[in-house]
């Protein structure tokens, strides 16, 4: 099955296991690639990918004993 080539914020916090209201403060932001088309937001898919490839990554640091 091939993506979408755009994604709302409700399937994008759904991909992201974000709550919708991230999102959208994200988008708000311009943290999150988007663009405002009238009302709604739209988010293209392949600025969604790259976005998603230059956050660093969540790593949990050792624990020190």
Do not use: C, F
């Not at 296991?17 to 937001?41: A, F, N, S």
């Amino acid at each position: 099955m091939t993506e979408p080539l755009i994604h709302n914020p409700d399937e994008v916090a759904e991909m992201l296991k974000l709550d919708r209201k991230t999102v959208y403060e994200g988008l708000k932001r311009g943290e999150i690639p988007g663009r405002r088309v009238g009302r709604r937001w739209i988010i293209p898919h392949a600025a969604l990918i790259e976005w998603l490839s230059l956050q660093p990554a969540n790593v949990p640091e050792k624990r020190r004993r």
